[in-house]
């Protein structure tokens, strides 16, 4: 079966800002690989949105080869967007969920492949909800930002994770990979 693995980055007060974040070659590279491991990835519009700024990366490269490298891997990996608004996509490797969330998420997970990252906010909180989510890999950056939007909010029920494993980048900002623990 399948795990389905929010990946995510956030500041060292718990805060989504894709704009605090430090990203560079070693934690693109990092991105790279992972996605090249998956089966999908899903998405709200909002984010979305976000990530179609890679697409300039396919036409323009930039001078940075793990930017590149990353822009090719997030163009290749299917996306699937979850979105009350949005009626379509130009992206090749999109498609707007023609199902709920919870629908979609239990019927990939049944199918045999890769696993399913979940790269939204508001996805992953909607998935904490529905325990849905198996694996957690939170990027902490060394970035204190003040504001914005915490990763955690609005969840349902006390959530007790278990640590299995660390990722240290030489630039400061660590992996935290969680499960929940099952008691």
């Not at 019927?107 to 694996?135: H, T």
């Amino acid at each position: 079966m399948k795990k389905v693995i929010a990946a995510f980055n956030m500041t060292l007060d718990g805060y989504c800002d894709h704009t605090a974040g430090l990203p560079d070659e070693e934690i693109h590279q990092h991105y790279t690989e992972l996605l090249g491991q998956g089966e999908a990835i899903l998405y709200g519009r909002t984010t979305y949105h976000l990530m179609e700024f890679w697409r300039t990366f396919l036409e323009n490269p930039s001078e940075e080869k793990s930017m590149n490298d990353f822009a090719k891997a997030i163009d290749k990996i299917p996306k699937i967007i979850f979105s009350h608004t949005l009626k379509n996509v130009d992206w090749k490797s999109a498609t707007i969920a023609n199902r709920d969330l919870k629908e979609t998420v239990l019927e990939l997970k049944q199918q045999s492949g890769n696993d399913i990252f979940i790269g939204s906010r508001s996805l992953i909180i909607q998935l904490m909800n529905l325990n849905l989510i198996d694996q957690y890999q939170i990027c902490i950056h060394p970035v204190v930002a003040g504001n914005g939007l915490p990763l955690f909010e609005n969840i349902n029920d006390r959530t007790i994770l278990k640590l299995v494993k660390t990722k240290t980048f030489t630039g400061g900002a660590v992996i935290l990979y969680y499960e929940p623990k099952t008691e």
